[in-house]
Each structure stands twice: as structure tokens, then as C-alpha cells.
């Protein structure tokens, strides 16, 4: 039996006591009315607190922390603008399932309702992007409540959080139980798949004869990376990823094939129509990814493996769905297939075919005649960063060029804002990382529209000491959005010069950091090596031709059999 | 079965509201267990889109259970309140004889009004209104369907 142990405190102190319980170690936020009892009982906590200059920017560093640490992050604000300033954040999380916890002060609770300044319906507004949101009424709800929201956020599909505490709450001082268990009546998240099915799948997979794997999110989410790369050799698959699968399979390995999409690599937006079996695994099916939903996989075998039951017939049917933790469910099927006698020859054609089309896209792709492009610097970086180095993007082209032309060598070393495409994400999560991987280089890949958004976070990145490396490339423009009005509108540019303005050098000057403008192929490697050895945030400016443009392009309602390569 | 408690109702309208799923009717009340509501929802989907409804419903996580109940194997009922304009005895009379008729009961009769009440199943109540129609209807409200399963 458990003996529950009691004391008395204030709901702030037992906020804090609740979060040490959980094993945080940082927390990231800024203050205001209506959470100041929290930030008094932040003095005595004894986890790290970082000061955003943005609420945004603390939603981004926790969910960066988390999507490295594999565990939670935590974000604090206060009621009204700090809390709505959060959503952007939250609704990032939700969107790309990273498990997130955010804490914010809420008017008293009689003021609740009233009107009253600085407050807002955040549960309300919280709700279409949040797993859950709590609001306790009584400080001695509050372990509790901190206990379910890490259970929440942690465990089946991740995602965020909210705890809303009204500030007398936080104050009053009472009788504070910790519980050592707790039950969420209606919840019930799923682990353990269903081995049937997962016999079945294998069934289809071994007699495949053009089997592929495509790897999403839920790879890394669990961790699987070694199980993925089992099966794969196994059965000898090409494997292709979504966007956000990148780096769930190392890029360099003889099967891997890249990210496919709307910006994915040309052979692996192809390979994928030729096969006849597809394992998808911690994927959804996404439109970015798949294009058509009609289209896509007709006249395959399609094997769906993820821990959401309700992604399984969402966007596509399929033909086997296995509902678990990949980890899991890879496990059992590399189990199985070790016990099964596999024929693998050299001269498998498969094998042959994939080999054919990488060699007939690296030939067949549009090339941009400059001495600086995206794609050249871009190769540059994956040539002199180690690999275990930690990379991120902002939003829009940096994002795709990176998707493109960056190998990710090591699996789970790569993010970015997939699902709701967050402009600004990038450079705040960069900095949530390194501070879950302080021993690794963390480089945050931007684009000038996008960095410009939270680039005041440089002020936490140098105070803090944080060191991550911004790597922009400046094309003085909002560089996708132009090259769809160059694409669909017939040039006719509307919103997108950013007329040279600010300058970015002067930029990371102003806040204590190390800023960087680069001209040349040779200025960047200097730039580069220079950054890897400063102890300070690097912003390296790379001046790149705003003409050129992401290929290959899927274009929205059509099919990956659509792409245009641009040659 | 959902959690009685407050926002509960507002999260799973608002689930219908975000992913395009219409509800035709909804009624909410309590149960035999103080902590649980029943809530029921009517609505006309496709078997597909119903497969995806209750299985975003079942990750909200105060929905404690759902259940898809066959029409064919439910009793389900449905209660309205009809005002019908009375304006003199005759009128009233006639409004009274078909009341009878529909087996609706009479809750109220004022000077220039009758009010009945209808129970039965949504195609019933349908029917009445359509029969009814001859009449002023002044109010209709209705409840919305609440259901169980047969017995085994």
C-alpha cells in the first residue's frame, strides 16, 4: 500500500514539487500578474528556468527540448496575451505530436467570467490543439493534475498539454497530497499491437516483390530506429520517409531512399509508385506526403502500422493495420522475419531499379548556374558538421532545400515543423535542444522571413548560454511564397521583398552574438569551421539568388506522379 | 458515457464542429452513476465517416466509452411540446380530438392556445408535425432522440 505523504504548502510550491516529481530539469517562460505566486516558487525549485523575450518562443524551446529529450517539455506564461501568445506553440506541438507541457496563471477564480484584465478563455481557445486542458479550482488538485498532464502528453500519441491555474489558486495554502498512482478513466492509448495482424503483414511483406517501407514521425517519436533499419535490411526494402520520418533512417545508408512529397527527392516520389507492398509506419498519410489520396497507393498492398487508431482509414485505406507502439510492432516483426529463410540475391531487381533512378535524377534535376546556392551550402554544412550534430529549419524553402540537399546521418538528430509549418519555430526549438544536448552543435537551417519572426530569442540563446548556429540563407525574400507566384501567378509579386532590411550581422551584434555575412563558397567554409568553434551563437548571413527555386515540386491536388523536376 | 463535469459537452461539439461532422440531434443527462452522463447523438454519415468519427471521439479523454447503436436493434425515443394557436372552442375541440387520436396528451389549454405533448420516435413526431400543420403551430421544440440498446 501506498502511504501518501502530506504537507502543507501553497499550490505554486506544489506545482513546483509536482514537476520535480515528473524529473523536469528546465522550464521556459516568462512572468506576469497573473502567474507571479509560480515564479516566486520558481526561486526555491530546483530545475533550471530560462526567460523568453516572447511567449511563443518558450512553446518552441520546450517543444525542441522535447522532440530531443523524448520526454515532455514545460513552458510557463501568464494569463491573457501571455497565454494566447503560447497558442502558436502549442498548436506547432499538436500538430507535429511532440509531448508538451504548458502552465499558465489565470485571473482568481471569482474574477473568472468577469471580464477582467488580462484574462481569456484559454481552455476555450486551448482546446482544438491540445491533447487536454486542465483547470483546477483547488490547490490541492494540483499534483494530480500535474501528474495526469505528463501521463497525457507523454504517452500513446504525444502531444500538449494545458494547465490553467487561477492565481488564488496558486496562492492558497493548504494540505497537499502527492499520489503515487493515477487512472484517467477515459483514457486508454494503446501499446500493445495486435500480433495477429502483425503475422499477416509479414506474410504480405515477405512475398512483396517490390516492397518499400515508408517511415513517418512515429519512428522517431518511439525511438525505433534500429528496429526500422532490421526490418529494412531484412527484407531487403528501399525506404523513403515523410517529411517529418527525416533522419528516422540514416540518409546514407544503401536503402535509403529520402523524404517523399510535395519537396521530397525525385527517385523517392518515384520508387514509391512502382512498388507493390507499402509499410507505413508512424505515418499518416499526410497531403504534403502523399499528394492525392485517391492516387496514392492504388494497386498496392498497403500495411499501416500506427499508435493512433484513428489514423488508421483516415486519409487512405488500407489493406493491413496494425494499431500500437512502432517500437513494438517492429520488434515482433523483425522477430519473426529472422526465423523465416528470406532469399536476398545480389542481382535484385528491386535493388537494381532503385539504384537506376538515383543515378537518372542526379542527372536529370534542375541545377541553379551560381557559385552561392542553397543546395551547394547546404552540402557544405553536412561536409564539415559532425554527424551526431543536431540540425532544425524555419519554415518555407530553407525548410525544403534542407529536406533535399542535408543528409541526416544519424538517426532522431533532426526536426522541424512539419505539420503546421510555423514560421519562427525553427531558431527557439534550436535553442530548446541544445539545452536538452548541450554536449552536441545544434544548427537552426532559416530563412531570412522566417528567423526574422523570433529572432529575438538570440538575447536567451547568448544569456543563457545556449550557443546554436543560425544558418541563413538570405534570399532577401519570402522566398516561397514568391516561388508560387512565380509558378502560379504569373510573377506578380505581392508581400515578399524584404528589401535588405534588417541586416542580420548587425543583428546578432546588437544581442552579444557572432554574426557573419557570407558571399562566397569559401567565406562559407570559414564561416562555418568558425562557428563550430565559437562558444557563442553564430549567425552565418548566406547571401543566395532569389530566383532559385525548390525542385522537384509537387503541385497541390496533384498526384507524386505529377512532380516536375524542373529540367 | 462521458465524465460529468464541466466543458464536456463544449469538447465534443467542438470535435464535430472541427472535423466537418454534422450533428443532427444531441441530448444530454444524467445516468445511474452520479460521475457519468449519457450523452446521445444522432446523425446521418456514411459507415466510413462514422468509423472515423467514433474513433476521434474515443480519443477524447472524457469520453469514457462509445457506443454505435444499429437503429434496427435500439429503443429510442424522442419527446416534443406543441403550442398550437386556439382560438375558440371548435378550434379547440378539434385540436383536443386529434391529440387523442395521436395518443399526444394535452398539458395545457389557454385562451387563445393548446399545448401537447408528442412522444415517440423522430419519424412519429414527423409525422404529427406534418398532420398538425393545418393548425397555427405557435412552438415546437423538441428534445432530441435518447436511446438504449435491445435486450439480449
Same mark, same amino acid.
Given at each position: 500500500?501506498?502511504?501518501?505523504?502530506?504537507?502543507?504548502?501553497?499550490?505554486?510550491?506544489?506545482?513546483?514539487?509536482?514537476?520535480?516529481?515528473?524529473?523536469?530539469?528546465?522550464?521556459?517562460?516568462?512572468?506576469?500578474?497573473?502567474?507571479?505566486?509560480?515564479?516566486?516558487? @520558481?526561486?526555491?525549485?530546483?530545475?533550471?528556468?530560462?526567460?523568453?523575450?516572447?511567449?511563443?518562443?518558450?512553446?518552441?524551446?520546450?517543444?525542441?527540448?522535447?522532440?530531443?529529450?523524448?520526454?515532455?517539455?514545460?513552458?510557463?506564461?501568464?494569463?491573457?496575451?501571455?497565454?494566447?501568445?503560447?497558442?502558436?506553440?502549442?498548436?506547432?506541438?499538436?500538430?507535429?505530436?511532440?509531448?508538451?507541457?504548458?502552465?499558465?496563471?489565470?485571473?482568481?477564480?471569482?474574477?473568472?467570467?468577469?471580464?477582467?484584465?488580462?484574462?481569456?478563455?484559454?481552455?476555450?481557445?486551448?482546446?482544438?490543439?491540445?491533447?487536454?486542458?486542465?483547470?483546477?479550482?483547488?490547490?490541492?488538485?494540483?499534483?494530480?493534475?500535474?501528474?495526469?498532464?505528463?501521463?497525457?502528453?507523454?504517452?500513446?500519441?504525444?502531444?500538449?498539454? @494545458?494547465?490553467?491555474?487561477?492565481?488564488?489558486?496558486?496562492?492558497?495554502?493548504?494540505?497537499?497530497?502527492?499520489?503515487?498512482?493515477?487512472?484517467?478513466?477515459?483514457?486508454?492509448?494503446?501499446?500493445?499491437?495486435?500480433?495477429?495482424?502483425?503475422?499477416?503483414?509479414?506474410? @504480405?511483406?515477405?512475398?512483396?516483390?517490390?516492397?518499400?517501407?515508408?517511415?513517418?514521425?512515429?519512428?522517431?517519436?518511439?525511438?525505433?530506429?534500429?528496429?526500422?533499419?532490421?526490418?529494412?535490411?531484412?527484407?531487403?526494402?528501399?525506404?523513403?520517409?515523410?517529411?517529418?520520418?527525416?533522419?528516422?533512417?540514416?540518409?546514407?545508408?544503401?536503402?535509403?531512399?529520402?523524404?517523399?512529397?510535395?519537396?521530397?527527392?525525385?527517385?523517392?516520389?518515384?520508387?514509391?509508385?512502382?512498388?507493390?507492398?507499402?509499410?507505413?509506419?508512424?505515418?499518416?498519410?499526410?497531403?504534403?506526403?502523399?499528394?492525392?489520396?485517391?492516387?496514392?497507393?492504388?494497386?498496392?498492398?498497403?500495411?499501416?502500422?500506427?499508435?493512433?487508431?484513428?489514423?488508421?482509414?483516415?486519409?487512405?485505406?488500407?489493406?493491413?493495420?496494425?494499431?500500437?507502439?512502432?517500437?513494438?510492432?517492429?520488434?515482433?516483426?523483425?522477430?519473426?522475419?529472422?526465423?523465416?529463410?528470406?532469399?536476398?540475391?545480389?542481382?535484385?531487381?528491386?535493388?537494381?531499379?532503385?539504384?537506376?533512378?538515383?543515378?537518372?535524377?542526379?542527372?536529370?534535376?534542375?541545377?541553379?548556374?551560381?557559385?552561392?546556392?542553397?543546395?551547394?551550402?547546404?552540402?557544405?554544412?553536412?561536409?564539415?558538421?559532425?554527424?551526431?550534430?543536431?540540425?532544425?529549419?524555419?519554415?518555407?524553402?530553407?525548410?525544403?532545400?534542407?529536406?533535399?540537399?542535408?543528409?541526416?546521418?544519424?538517426?532522431?538528430?533532426?526536426?522541424?515543423?512539419?505539420?503546421?509549418?510555423?514560421?519562427?519555430?525553427?531558431?527557439?526549438?534550436?535553442?530548446?535542444?541544445?539545452?536538452?544536448?548541450?554536449?552536441?552543435?545544434?544548427?537552426?537551417?532559416?530563412?531570412?522571413?522566417?528567423?526574422?519572426?523570433?529572432?529575438?530569442?538570440?538575447?536567451?540563446?547568448?544569456?543563457?548560454?545556449?550557443?546554436?548556429?543560425?544558418?541563413?540563407?538570405?534570399?532577401?525574400?519570402?522566398?516561397?511564397?514568391?516561388?508560387?507566384?512565380?509558378?502560379?501567378?504569373?510573377?506578380?509579386?505581392?508581400?515578399?521583398?524584404?528589401?535588405?532590411?534588417?541586416?542580420?550581422?548587425?543583428?546578432?551584434?546588437?544581442?552579444?552574438?557572432?554574426?557573419?555575412?557570407?558571399?562566397?563558397?569559401?567565406?562559407?567554409?570559414?564561416?562555418?569551421?568558425?562557428?563550430?568553434?565559437?562558444?557563442?551563437?553564430?549567425?552565418?548571413?548566406?547571401?543566395?539568388?532569389?530566383?532559385?527555386?525548390?525542385?522537384?515540386?509537387?503541385?497541390?491536388?496533384?498526384?507524386?506522379?505529377?512532380?516536375?523536376?524542373?529540367? | 458515457?462521458?465524465?460529468?463535469?464541466?466543458?464536456?459537452?463544449?469538447?465534443?461539439?467542438?470535435?464535430?464542429?472541427?472535423?466537418?461532422?454534422?450533428?443532427?440531434?444531441?441530448?444530454?443527462?444524467?445516468?445511474?452513476?452520479? +460521475?457519468?452522463?449519457?450523452?446521445?447523438?444522432?446523425?446521418?454519415?456514411?459507415?466510413?465517416?462514422?468509423?472515423?468519427?467514433?474513433?476521434?471521439?474515443?480519443?477524447?479523454? +472524457?469520453?469514457?466509452?462509445?457506443?454505435?447503436?444499429?437503429?434496427?436493434?435500439?429503443?429510442?425515443?424522442?419527446?416534443?411540446?406543441?403550442?398550437?394557436?386556439?382560438?375558440?372552442?371548435?378550434?379547440?375541440?378539434?385540436?383536443?380530438?386529434?391529440?387523442?387520436?395521436?395518443?399526444?396528451?394535452?398539458? +395545457?389549454?389557454?385562451?387563445?392556445?393548446?399545448?401537447?405533448?408528442?412522444?415517440?420516435?423522430?419519424?412519429?413526431?414527423?409525422?404529427?408535425?406534418?398532420?398538425?400543420?393545418?393548425?397555427?403551430?405557435?412552438?415546437?421544440?423538441?428534445?432530441?432522440?435518447?436511446?438504449?440498446?435491445?435486450?439480449?
Amino acid at each position: 500500500m501506498n502511504i501518501p505523504t502530506m504537507s502543507e504548502m501553497s499550490g505554486a510550491k506544489a506545482l513546483m514539487t509536482s514537476l520535480e516529481k515528473e524529473g523536469v530539469d528546465i522550464v521556459f517562460g516568462l512572468p506576469g500578474g497573473a502567474n507571479l505566486p509560480i515564479y516566486d516558487a @520558481l526561486v526555491d525549485a530546483n530545475f533550471r528556468h530560462v526567460l523568453v523575450r516572447h511567449e511563443q518562443s518558450a512553446a518552441h524551446m520546450a517543444d525542441g527540448y522535447a522532440r530531443i529529450k523524448r520526454k515532455a517539455g514545460v513552458c510557463l506564461a501568464t494569463s491573457g496575451p501571455g497565454a494566447t501568445n503560447l497558442v502558436t506553440g502549442i498548436a506547432t506541438a499538436y500538430a507535429d505530436s511532440s509531448p508538451l507541457v504548458a502552465i499558465t496563471g489565470q485571473v482568481p477564480l471569482n474574477m473568472i467570467g468577469k471580464d477582467a484584465f488580462q484574462e481569456t478563455d484559454i481552455i476555450g481557445v486551448a482546446n482544438p490543439c491540445t491533447k487536454y486542458a486542465f483547470q483546477p479550482r483547488f490547490a490541492t488538485e494540483i499534483p494530480e493534475v500535474v501528474k495526469k498532464s505528463f501521463y497525457i502528453a507523454e504517452s500513446g500519441r504525444p502531444g500538449p498539454v @494545458l494547465i490553467d491555474i487561477p492565481k488564488d489558486v496558486q496562492q492558497d495554502v493548504t494540505d497537499i497530497q502527492f499520489p503515487d498512482l493515477i487512472k484517467v478513466r477515459g483514457y486508454k492509448p494503446v501499446v500493445d499491437p495486435d500480433l495477429s495482424n502483425v503475422g499477416k503483414a509479414v506474410e @504480405l511483406l515477405v512475398s512483396a516483390q517490390r516492397p518499400i517501407i515508408m517511415a513517418g514521425g512515429g519512428v522517431i517519436l518511439s525511438g525505433a530506429f534500429s528496429e526500422l533499419q532490421a526490418i529494412a535490411e531484412l527484407i531487403m526494402a528501399p525506404v523513403v520517409t515523410t517529411f517529418k520520418g527525416k533522419g528516422a533512417f540514416p540518409e546514407n545508408h544503401p536503402l535509403a531512399m529520402g523524404p517523399i512529397g510535395m519537396h521530397g527527392h525525385a527517385e523517392a516520389n518515384r520508387i514509391i509508385l512502382e512498388a507493390d507492398c507499402i509499410l507505413a509506419v508512424g505515418a499518416r498519410f499526410s497531403d504534403r506526403s502523399v499528394g492525392r489520396f485517391d492516387e496514392f497507393g492504388k494497386g498496392m498492398n498497403i500495411i499501416h502500422l500506427d499508435i493512433d487508431p484513428a489514423e488508421i482509414g483516415k486519409n487512405k485505406s488500407v489493406d493491413i493495420a496494425i494499431v500500437g507502439d512502432v517500437k513494438s510492432a517492429l520488434r515482433t516483426m523483425v522477430k519473426m522475419l529472422s526465423k523465416m529463410s528470406i532469399k536476398t540475391s545480389s542481382e535484385n531487381p528491386w535493388l537494381k531499379r532503385r539504384k537506376e533512378l538515383i543515378d537518372y535524377f542526379s542527372q536529370n534535376m534542375k541545377d541553379y548556374p551560381r557559385e552561392m546556392t542553397a543546395r551547394k551550402a547546404l552540402k557544405k554544412l553536412r561536409e564539415l558538421l559532425p554527424a551526431e550534430s543536431i540540425v532544425t529549419t524555419e519554415v518555407g524553402q530553407c525548410q525544403m532545400w534542407t529536406s533535399l540537399h542535408f543528409d541526416v546521418i544519424s538517426p532522431g538528430t533532426f526536426f522541424s515543423s512539419t505539420g503546421l509549418g510555423t514560421m519562427g519555430f525553427g531558431f527557439p526549438a534550436s535553442i530548446g535542444a541544445k539545452a536538452a544536448r548541450p554536449d552536441v552543435h545544434v544548427v537552426d537551417v532559416a530563412g531570412d522571413g522566417s528567423f526574422n519572426m523570433t529572432e529575438n530569442s538570440l538575447a536567451v540563446s547568448v544569456l543563457e548560454n545556449l550557443p546554436v548556429i543560425v544558418f541563413l540563407l538570405n534570399n532577401d525574400m519570402l522566398g516561397m511564397v514568391a516561388q508560387w507566384q512565380r509558378t502560379f501567378y504569373d510573377r506578380r509579386y505581392m508581400g515578399v521583398h524584404q528589401k535588405s532590411c534588417p541586416d542580420y550581422v548587425k543583428i546578432a551584434e546588437a544581442y552579444g552574438a557572432n554574426g557573419l555575412s557570407v558571399q562566397s563558397m569559401d567565406e562559407l567554409e570559414k564561416a562555418i569551421k568558425s562557428a563550430l568553434r565559437t562558444e557563442v551563437a553564430t549567425v552565418i548571413d548566406i547571401k543566395i539568388d532569389p530566383e532559385e527555386d525548390v525542385y522537384p515540386f509537387v503541385a497541390p491536388g496533384t498526384g507524386l506522379k505529377d512532380m516536375i523536376t524542373g529540367a | 458515457m462521458v465524465e460529468n463535469k464541466p466543458g464536456v459537452l463544449f469538447r465534443i461539439t467542438n470535435l464535430f464542429r472541427a472535423r466537418n461532422f454534422n450533428i443532427e440531434s444531441i441530448t444530454v443527462g444524467t445516468t445511474e452513476k452520479p +460521475d457519468l452522463s449519457r450523452m446521445t447523438i444522432t446523425t446521418r454519415i456514411d459507415e466510413a465517416i462514422l468509423d472515423q468519427l467514433v474513433k476521434q471521439l474515443r480519443k477524447l479523454i +472524457d469520453i469514457v466509452e462509445v457506443e454505435v447503436l444499429d437503429i434496427n436493434n435500439t429503443v429510442y425515443r424522442e419527446l416534443a411540446l406543441i403550442k398550437i394557436r386556439a382560438k375558440d372552442f371548435t378550434n379547440r375541440n378539434e385540436i383536443i380530438n386529434f391529440a387523442n387520436v395521436f395518443r399526444a396528451n394535452i398539458l +395545457d389549454i389557454g385562451k387563445e392556445s393548446v399545448t401537447v405533448e408528442v412522444i415517440g420516435t423522430p419519424d412519429k413526431i414527423d409525422q404529427i408535425k406534418n398532420q398538425i400543420k393545418q393548425y397555427d403551430i405557435l412552438e415546437m421544440p423538441r428534445t432530441g432522440v435518447s436511446a438504449l440498446s435491445r435486450g439480449e
